[in-house]
C-alpha cells in the first residue's frame, strides 16, 4: 500500500505541490479570520455551572434596562490638588458624554457632579485625584466595546496643563492586555520564523532544505488558522494560546518531523541514486515515527477538549493544526523532495550519514549506559530529584503583572490604589436571591445585617448595598442612634423636671415663712376680730398634686396665679377695713399685717416664676397637673371677720405648702424614673451596637425618593434579587484577596440566619471571585485532563513499540522531568526574580507541551531501538539508536526549543514563563532523560522490555530497512 502511495505521488508531486498551495490561498479568502475571533472571545472561560458565572448570569437579570457588562474608569489627576478650572473640564467632558450617551454605546455615567454627598467616592482625600466611571452595555471583548473605550478616550483628550489623564477599569485593562499580547505574539511569529531557518540553515548547511519544512509547516499553519477560526461556529473555544501554541507547536514539531523524513531520505539517497525507492524507504523507516510522534501530540490536545475549563479547552484547535501538519509532512513534503532531489543539500553532496553522522557524544553516552546503568541512574535522581522540592506551586492570578507598568490601564489602576484602594476598580459583587421580595423593611434590615458582617472582615475597606448605599451604616436607622435621640429628649425633660422641683421647694420654703407671719398677725387682729366677721372663706386647700408623669406645672401655676388674686384680695379687704376705721392706720399691728400681706404677694410671684420652666420643661410628656382648685374666699363681714379670714389664710397656706410638698415629691419620683429609662436605653444602645443587630426602617424611610433610588439600583423591580458590592483594601488579584472569597460568602450566610433572608441564595461575582474558582477548576482540570493525556499517549506507544513496559517508564521520566523543570522554572522566577508566583495556566501548559512533544524525542529513540533490536542485542541497539538519531534529536529538540524561546522576547509575563519553562525542560529531556536515564532503563530491563510481546519476528519496517539494496548490493 505504501508502495503505490510513493508511485502515485511520483506522478503528481508538480500537481499536490499546486493543490497546498490553492488551499493556502483559498483558506485567506474563504475560512475567518482567527486573529479577530480571538479578540472578541472572552479570554477566562468558566463552566455554567461555575458559582461566579451563575452569580454574573442573576445580576444581569436584576435590571435588564441598565445591562452594564464592562466598564472604564477614567483617572484624572494633578500633582497639586485639581483646581476649579480641572473641575470646570471635567464635568464639561461628562456633560458632552451624556449628550452622545447612545451614539457612544455607554450606559451610564456616574461622577462626583451627579450627587455630592458620593464626592468621597469619586474625589480623593487630598483633591488630587477625581475618578469618572463609564459603564458599557457589552462584555469586554465585544468590538462595540472597544470602539466605544477610544471615543472615551478621544473626549478626555487635551487636559489642561499639568493634568494626567489615564484609564483603566475591566475594558481597558482587557483591551491593553490583549494589545500587549498580540504585540508580543506578532515579535514571536518573526522571531519564530528567523531562529527555525536559522537553526535549520545550520543543521542542513545548506540553502535550500531549510525552505522545504518552512513551506509545509507555513501553508499547514495558514489553513489551520482558517480551519480552528471556522471549528469556533461548532463551539470549539480559542483564545489567544491557541495562536501562541499553534506557532510554536507547528512550527517546532512540524519542523521535527520534516526534519526527520528529510535526514532519512538524505541517508537513503546515499545508497541508492533514485529517488522513489529512497523515499519508500523513507517512508517505510521513519513514516511510522513522523505518525505516531504527531498522533502522541493530536492526542494530547484533542483530550484537552475533555477539560471543563474553557481556556484549557482552547488549546485543542493545536489539535487541528497537527493533523493538517501531519497530513502535509506525508504529502506535500515528499512531493518537494522528490521534485528536488539531491539538489536540496547543496551545495552539499550527498554522503552516507552525511546529514548528522554518528554522533560523538550520545555514543559516549550509550556506552555509559550500557557499562554503569544503575550508578547512572543514581547519579541522575539524586542530582535532579532537590529541584522537585523547590516546586511550591505558586500562582499568580495578576493580569497587570502581564503588561508594561508604562501602559495607561496599570498606570490608572496604581493611582486609583495609591489614592482610593484598589478594590474600588474591581469589586466583588455578592448576589442575593429570594423568594420574596426584599423591599421591605424587615428585608433591607437582613441586607443591612449582611452588610455589616461582610465589613467586619479583615481587608473588607467597605460594603456597599441598598440599605448603606454610600458604604457607611446610615446612623439614623441604627436603634442605637435613635435610642439615643430619645436619650437627649429624656434628659432634657428630666432637667426641666428639675427646675421645677427646684421652684417647688422655694415657693414652700416662701409658704412656711408666710405662714409664720400669719399665725403673729392673726393674734395682734384678735382685738378687732369682730370687724372682721366677713372674711368667710379663707383659702381652699391645694388638691391634686402632681402624677408621676408630671402632670401638673401647668396647674400649679395658675394655682399661684389664684393666690396673687386671693392675696390681692385681702389687700383690698385691708384699704376697706382702714377706709372705715382710719383709727387702725397708726396700728403697729395693722401695718405689720399689710406688710406681712404684701410679703405674701411678692412671695407668690416669685413662685409663679420658679414654675415657668415646669411648663417648658414638660411640653414633650403634654403635662397636666390636677387644677389647684378653691381658693381663698373673700372677706365676707368687713373688719370684723378679718381675724377668721387670716385664720383661713393661715389654714390654706399651710394646705397650699402641703400640696407643693406633695408635688415636689412627685416630681422627683418621675425624674428618678426618667433616670432609670435613660440608663437602661443606653444599655440598650451600647449592646446594640456591639452585637451590630440594631437597625430599624421606618416605612416612611421606605417610601422616600432618595431611598428608592438605593434600593432601584442595589435591588431588582420585584424586590427579589439584591446585589452588595465589596470593595477590598487589597490588590484583587491577589492571593490573599481570593482567600477571602469563601470567608465573606459564609459570614453573609451565617448573618442572614434567622433573619427574613435566612434561605436566601448567596453568590460571588467579580473578578476575584472568578479567580477564586478559576483556581479550583484549573486545579482540577489539570489532574483529570493530565491524567486523559498520559493515557492517551500511553496507549499510542504501546501501540508502537509493542510493549506495555517502555511506555510506561518513558512516561515516568516525563513526569519526573516535569517536575524537575517547574522546580528550577518556579526558583528563577519567584525566588530570583521576585515574582508574586508563575502565572496561572504555566504550570498545566509546561505540562502538556513537555509531555507531548517531549515523548517525540522517546518515539525517535525508541522507534529507531525497536528497528535496531535483535535478540539477545539490547546494548548494541540501543547504541545504534543513539549514535544515528542523537544528533536528529538534538537538532529536533533545538527546533522546537528555539520556537518557545521565542515567546520569552514577547513582553508577555505568561509567554516569558512559558517560553524558559518549556526551554529548560526539553533541554533537560533531551539531554539527560534521553541520553543516560532512558537508556539505562532500556539496558537494565533488558529482554523485558517487549513484555508481554514477542521480538522474535521484524516488522516490515525492520525489513525494509535491513533489505539488501538492489543497486549497491549492501
Same mark, same amino acid.
Request: proline fraction near 3%; aromatic fraction near 8%; include cysteine.
Given at each position: ?542 388638691? !391634686? @398634686?402632681?402624677? &408621676?408623669?408630671?402632670? $401638673?406645672? %401647668?396647674? #400649679? *401655676? /395658675?394655682?399661684?396665679? +389664684? =393666690? ?37 404677694? !411678692? @412671695?407668690?410671684? &416669685?413662685?409663679?416664676? $420658679?414654675? %415657668?420652666? #415646669? *411648663? /417648658?420643661?414638660?411640653? +414633650? =410628656? ?38 407643693? @410638698? ?56 420585584? @424586590? ?251
Amino acid at each position: 500500500m505504501i508502495e503505490k502511495w510513493i508511485k502515485v505521488l511520483a506522478k503528481t508531486k508538480w500537481l499536490v505541490v499546486v493543490i497546498w498551495l490553492a488551499i493556502a490561498v483559498g483558506s485567506v479568502l474563504v475560512l475567518p479570520d482567527l486573529g479577530q475571533i480571538v479578540r472578541q472571545t472572552e479570554s477566562k472561560f468558566l463552566p455554567a455551572d461555575a458559582q461566579s458565572a451563575q452569580a454574573q448570569t442573576i445580576l444581569e437579570q436584576m435590571d435588564p434596562n441598565r445591562k452594564s457588562k464592562s466598564n472604564a474608569i477614567v483617572v484624572v489627576q494633578r500633582e497639586s490638588k485639581l483646581s476649579e478650572q480641572d473641575q470646570d473640564w471635567i464635568k464639561s467632558r461628562i456633560t458632552e458624554l451624556k449628550s452622545e450617551q447612545d451614539a457612544l454605546g455607554i450606559v451610564t455615567v456616574l461622577s462626583a457632579f451627579d450627587d455630592p454627598s458620593l464626592a468621597q467616592k469619586f474625589i480623593s482625600s487630598d483633591g488630587t485625584t477625581e475618578l469618572v466611571i463609564v459603564e458599557f452595555p457589552h462584555e469586554v471583548q465585544q468590538a462595540t466595546t472597544s470602539d466605544s473605550v477610544k471615543h472615551l478616550k478621544e473626549k478626555f483628550n487635551s487636559p489642561p496643563n499639568g493634568v494626567s489623564v489615564e484609564f483603566t477599569g475591566s475594558a481597558p485593562i482587557f483591551m491593553d492586555y490583549t494589545t500587549s499580547t498580540n504585540e508580543g505574539l506578532k515579535k514571536t511569529e518573526i522571531l519564530t520564523l528567523v531562529l527555525v531557518l536559522g537553526i535549520l540553515l545550520f543543521v542542513f548547511r545548506s540553502p535550500i532544505a531549510p525552505f522545504i519544512p518552512l513551506l509545509t509547516i507555513g501553508i499547514a499553519f495558514i489553513l489551520t488558522r482558517g480551519l480552528v477560526a471556522w471549528s469556533t461556529k461548532a463551539g470549539i473555544p480559542v483564545s489567544t494560546f491557541t495562536e501562541t501554541f499553534l506557532i510554536a507547536v507547528l512550527f517546532g514539531a512540524g519542523t521535527d518531523y520534516c526534519i526527520l523524513l528529510i535526514h532519512r531520505f538524505r541517508e537513503e539517497m546515499a545508497k541508492t541514486t533514485d529517488r522513489v525507492t529512497a523515499l519508500l524507504r523513507t517512508t517505510q523507516t521513519v513514516g511510522n515515527t513522523v505518525l505516531f510522534s504527531g498522533s502522541t501530540v493530536f492526542i494530547a490536545f484533542f483530550l484537552i477538549g475533555f477539560a471543563k475549563f474553557g481556556l484549557y479547552q482552547s488549546a485543542v484547535g493545536v489539535s487541528i493544526g497537527i493533523a493538517v501538519t501531519l497530513l502535509a509532512a506525508v504529502t506535500l513534503t515528499p512531493a518537494l523532495m522528490l521534485i528536488l532531489g539531491p539538489a536540496m543539500y547543496w551545495p552539499v553532496k550527498v554522503k552516507a550519514g552525511a546529514a548528522h553522522g554518528d554522533s560523538k557524544l550520545w555514543g559516549a553516552m550509550a556506552r555509559l549506559s550500557a557499562k554503569r546503568p544503575i550508578a547512572v541512574l543514581l547519579v541522575c535522581m539524586l542530582l535532579l530529584t532537590p529541584f522537585i522540592f523547590l516546586f511550591q506551586g505558586n500562582r499568580s492570578f495578576d493580569d497587570l503583572a502581564e503588561i508594561n507598568p508604562s501602559i495607561s490601564a496599570v498606570k490608572g489602576f496604581r493611582e486609583v490604589e495609591a489614592k482610593f484602594s484598589s478594590g474600588e476598580v474591581l469589586p466583588t459583587t455578592i448576589a442575593i436571591t429570594s423568594k420574596s421580595t426584599m423591599r421591605t423593611p424587615e428585608g433591607l434590615a437582613a441586607i443591612e445585617k449582611a452588610s455589616q458582617a461582610a465589613s467586619q472582615i479583615a481587608n473588607v475597606k467597605e460594603v456597599r448595598s441598598a440599605a448603606r448605599p454610600l458604604g457607611k451604616q446610615i446612623a439614623e436607622l441604627t436603634v442605637p442612634n435613635q435610642l439615643e435621640q430619645t436619650n437627649k429628649g429624656l434628659t432634657e425633660l428630666r432637667s426641666g423636671i428639675n427646675q421645677v422641683n427646684d421652684g417647688f421647694k422655694k415657693a414652700q420654703s416662701q409658704l412656711e415663712t408666710q405662714s409664720s407671719d400669719v399665725t403673729k398677725l392673726t393674734q395682734g387682729a384678735e382685738e378687732i376680730a369682730q370687724k372682721l366677721t366677713d372674711v368667710q372663706s379663707g383659702l381652699k386647700q391645694v388638691s !391634686g @398634686g402632681i402624677n &408621676q408623669s408630671g402632670q $401638673g406645672a %401647668q396647674q #400649679l *401655676a /395658675k394655682a399661684s396665679e +389664684q =393666690l396673687q388674686g386671693t392675696a390681692a384680695s385681702m389687700g383690698d379687704d385691708l384699704s376697706k377695713l382702714v377706709h372705715e376705721y382710719p383709727e387702725l392706720a397708726n396700728s403697729t399691728t395693722y401695718q405689720t399685717l399689710v406688710g406681712k400681706q404684701q410679703g405674701l404677694t !411678692g @412671695g407668690l410671684a &416669685q413662685t409663679e416664676a $420658679g414654675l %415657668q420652666p #415646669l *411648663a /417648658k420643661g414638660l411640653a +414633650q =410628656l403634654v403635662p397636666s397637673v390636677n387644677q389647684l382648685s378653691g381658693g381663698i374666699g373673700q372677706l365676707a363681714d368687713g373688719q370684723k371677720q378679718v381675724s377668721g379670714g387670716i385664720q383661713q389664710l393661715e389654714s390654706g397656706l399651710v394646705q397650699f405648702s402641703t400640696g407643693l @410638698g406633695e408635688g415636689t415629691g412627685a416630681l422627683t419620683k418621675v425624674s428618678d424614673g426618667i433616670h432609670q429609662v435613660v440608663e437602661v436605653q443606653k444599655g440598650i444602645a451600647d449592646n446594640s451596637s456591639k452585637q451590630i443587630a440594631g437597625w430599624n426602617l421606618p416605612q416612611e424611610v421606605l417610601e422616600q425618593d432618595e431611598f428608592k433610588k438605593s434600593l432601584d439600583f442595589y435591588m431588582s423591580e420585584d @424586590g427579589k434579587i439584591a446585589k452588595l458590592e465589596v470593595v477590598l483594601a487589597i490588590n484583587p488579584y491577589s492571593k490573599e484577596a481570593m482567600s477571602k472569597m469563601d470567608e465573606i460568602r459564609s459570614s453573609v450566610i451565617s448573618s442572614l440566619n434567622g433573619t427574613a433572608l435566612s434561605k436566601a441564595d448567596i453568590k460571588l461575582a467579580g473578578q476575584t471571585a472568578n479567580y477564586h474558582e478559576l483556581d479550583h477548576i484549573s486545579q482540577n482540570d489539570f489532574y483529570r485532563t493530565g491524567g486523559f493525556v498520559l493515557i492517551g499517549i500511553y496507549l499510542v506507544l504501546a501501540l508502537l513499540l509493542r510493549s506495555l513496559l517502555m511506555p510506561l517508564y518513558i512516561l515516568l521520566s516525563l513526569v519526573f522531568n516535569y517536575l524537575v523543570t517547574m522546580g528550577i522554572v518556579e526558583f528563577i522566577f519567584v525566588k530570583l526574580l521576585g515574582f508574586d508566583g508563575l502565572s496561572w495556566t504555566v504550570s498545566f501548559f509546561v505540562f502538556l507541551i513537555i509531555v507531548a512533544l517531549g515523548v517525540d524525542y522517546s518515539i525517535f529513540l525508541m522507534a529507531r531501538f525497536k528497528e535496531e533490536y535483535r535478540p539477545g542485542r539490547i546494548i548494541e541497539a540501543m547504541g545504534k539508536a543513539m549514535t544515528t538519531t542523537g544528533g536528529v534529536i538534538m537538532s529536533a529538540a533545538l527546533i522546537m526549543g528555539g520556537t518557545f524561546a521565542a515567546l520569552m522576547f514577547s513582553g508577555v509575563h505568561t509567554l516569558l514563563q512559558l517560553g524558559a519553562g518549556i526551554t529548560i525542560g526539553l533541554a533537560i529531556y533531551t539531554t539527560v532523560f534521553m541520553g543516560l536515564i532512558v537508556p539505562s532503563l532500556a539496558v537494565l530491563f533488558g529482554e523485558a522490555n517487549w513484555w508481554p510481546f514477542s521480538r522474535r519476528n521484524s516488522s516490515a519496517g525492520e525489513k525494509a530497512a535491513h533489505a539488501v539494496d538492489p543497486v549497491t548490493q549492501h
